[in-house]
């Protein structure tokens, strides 16, 4: 989904495929119409364009095994050449049996580039693809990608490319993988999908970097604890949401949840500005770039009372200030929730969006973004990692969107949560309503790349070590 015709109030917060860092053990090379590494399941490729506007891989995935698979733990990867420049990419389903909905595309950078490949389209399901039965195949994913700024590109020096597969046919040069394990095709010499240090694979356990913790052990928003332990319950005017809206801090509140203390933000109207009630908590500090982020949020599909479907946004974000419009130190990575749509999407849909920079007037953005249409209620682990080469959002443990280098950080963020209402449109009723986020703990590890089971761990043991905050992040 595009976003240029975003006003900034509706946006200040917009929050795939594995990124990068993948191994050096890579599979022999095989000619193009050969059978790949025995598994469960083929790929069939076929060309939907040989220009030079945009890159058309269509495929097919097959189910060469005796035994329904889940399409949801399949992913693909198309490997090209990025153009000069290295630009960034964008990638749109055209057609797909399956449905487009259901079929997801980002993109990943190869630690080991070649003469043909450094860059990869991955292709993942959501789980409303369904199964695939023994024997049966996908039916078309037609899909295609082109570059950010819509300039030619050169599909001859791309490793998956075949310019001659002009119907579909077995081709090794996509490979597959099924619940992490390659079963078909040979990746770029030296990128191994299933290297050990592929990013989702356990590694050894972290260092002790500089860390900040917090378990949101408080008992009210004007708890003295949370001001020294360097949050900020907003209370001042302005953007985003509706215009007359209220951000209010005693709607910031705190309680017992499964054993642990959870933050919890409430966000409440009855269909006018001026009963909207908005709550948004960041760190007064602006001294976090690379290295891992993480929280626990319940995200909530409906108010706890009163009439459904505001387009209400539910966060977790890093952010720097604009300067200048367009200035290209801006920095900003999110997730956003919208339990009713929003933004002209009609039901729930979650983003995962890397910001370079963006002009409110004129409205002009530049950023990139992976989303998925379901249901997100409930509670959910959300990661994203930033180090020198992608950024890498993570739900639930499962890469969920890998995005360019070209939307790295230049200057440190404050991190944030809020909850807040992109308008009125999605219900006018009067009828008073409030809806709820929780938080239950937030983590940042400076400079190091954690997997989502290294998250875990640590958090693990902050909690055994009776251990509610700590932050050892120098000042920027």
Known sequence: ??????????????????????????????????????????????????????????????????????????????????????????????????????????????????????????????????????????????????????????QADDYSFGATQSSYANWSKVTARLDGATVWGAAPEGNDPTDPTDPTDPTDPPGEGATLFDDFTYTAYNDPKISAHGWNVRSNSGGPGVPGATWAPENVTFASSGGNTVMNLETSTAGTGASTEQTEVLTKATKFKNGTYAARVKFSDAPRGGPDGDHLVQTFFTINDLKAPMADDYAEYDFEYLPNGGWGEPSNILYTTSWETYNPDPWQAVNQHTESRQSYAGWHDLVVTIDNNSIRYYID????????????????????????????????????????????????????????????????????????????VPSA
């Open 1 to 154: 989904m595009r976003r240029t015709s975003l006003t900034r109030s509706a946006k200040r917060s917009l929050t795939c495929a594995v990124a990068a860092a993948l191994g050096c053990a890579g599979l022999l090379a095989l000619p193009s119409n050969a059978a790949a590494a025995a598994g469960d399941l083929a790929v069939q490729y076929h060309a939907g364009s040989t220009g030079s506007d945009q890159a058309e891989p269509w495929l097919k995935v097959k189910n060469t095994g005796n035994s329904s698979v889940a399409l949801s733990g399949v992913k693909l990867r198309y490997y090209f050449k990025s153009d000069a420049g290295s630009p960034s990419y964008r990638f749109a389903c055209s057609w797909a049996v399956r449905g487009c909905s259901n079929v997801t595309g980002t993109f990943g950078t190869l630690t080991h580039p070649t003469a043909t490949a450094d860059r990869y389209l991955e292709i993942g399901f959501t789980s409303g693809a369904g199964s695939l039965p023994a024997g049966a195949d996908t039916g078309d994913l037609q899909l295609r990608f082109h570059r950010a700024d819509w300039q030619s590109l050169n």
């Open 397 to 472: 443990g499962q890469p969920f969107g890998t995005h360019d280098a070209a939307y790295l950080p230049e200057r440190p963020m404050s991190i944030n949560f809020n909850q807040w209402l992109i308008d009125l449109a999605g219900q006018p009723s009067t009828t008073p309503r409030s809806y709820d986020q929780q938080v239950d703990y937030v983590l940042h590890v400076k400079d190091q790349v954690l997997t989502p089971a290294q998250v875990a761990a640590k958090v693990t043991g902050y909690r055994s070590a009776g251990t509610a905050f700590e932050d050892t």
